[in-house]
């Protein structure tokens, strides 16, 4: 079985900073996706960003990208250039790849609750 | 825009009375969710279908059914909803099929229905 941990309960920063969320996971698979999610207040959850493993380069998406360490299981999200808007709560999650067809479950951290100060 | 929808948003039923939550989808997605998400925790999952085929998780209670008269909604039932049932209820969507090209890895979340048991 998959486990995901995310260290940091709550984190704030000041509006343009950098911050950096944490992740770690622990599998026995090769071959899986990480992703980020993001859930802002009363909204829905939506995808920040995604990392296949058997890619070495880092994901990048506009001012969010990661930091993926597979020999040291982990996947940390940096947000660049902050703003209000991502005041959120943001859960790091894994699913295994298949080459076939059929889903497989994604297994979320508990998440991590970004605050945004102006 | 094509979405996933969920009624209500908020939903209060009594101790041991049946609830049925909603949800619907424009995305033509043939696999649909729903999660379990308790106050400052990772969503749980409940159970899916693949299309037709009904998945349940091992440790679902069998309180909990599921409904998918067609391709684009999806119902959660709990028949007898207990304290320890209120929770932000998630549905999520994803397509998948045959082949390494058809993405199957992003699930697309409802705004989620927070049911209060009293």
């Known amino acids: 079985a998959q486990t995901v941990t995310q260290s940091q309960p709550e984190m704030s920063v000041q509006e343009a900073e950098t911050v950096t969320l944490s992740c770690t996971y622990d599998?026995?698979?090769?071959?899986?996706?990480l992703f980020w999610y993001k859930q802002p207040p009363s909204r829905q959850m939506i995808l920040v960003i995604r990392?296949?493993?058997?890619?070495?380069q880092n994901a990048t998406e506009n001012r969010f990208s990661v930091n993926f360490q597979k020999a040291a299981k982990s996947f940390s999200l940096k947000i660049s250039d902050s703003q209000l808007g991502d005041t959120a709560m943001y859960f790091c999650?894994?699913?295994?790849?298949?080459?076939?067809?059929?889903?497989?479950?994604?297994?979320f951290g508990t998440g991590t609750r970004l605050t945004i100060i102006p | 825009d094509a979405m996933v929808i969920q009624n209500p948003r908020y939903q209060v039923t009594q101790f041991g009375k049946p609830v049925t939550l909603s949800c619907s989808q424009t995305?033509?997605?043939?696999?649909m969710y729903w999660y379990q998400q308790k106050s400052s925790q990772a969503p749980k999952l409940l159970f899916h279908y693949y299309d037709k085929d009904f998945n349940n998780e091992a440790d679902t209670p069998d309180n909990f059914q599921s409904r998918r008269p067609n391709t684009s909604f999806c119902f959660l039932d709990i028949r007898s909803p207990g304290l320890g049932d209120a929770a932000m209820y998630l549905c999520a969507t994803s397509r998948d099929g045959q082949g390494a090209n058809y993405p199957s890895y992003e699930q697309y979340f409802g705004p989620g229905t927070r049911l209060t048991v009293t």
């Open positions: 995305l033509n997605h043939n696999v």
């Open positions: 599998t026995s698979e090769n071959n899986y996706y």
């Open positions: 999650a894994f699913m295994k790849r298949r080459l076939n067809f059929g889903n497989e479950k994604l297994t």
């Open positions: 990392q296949e493993a058997y890619k070495q």
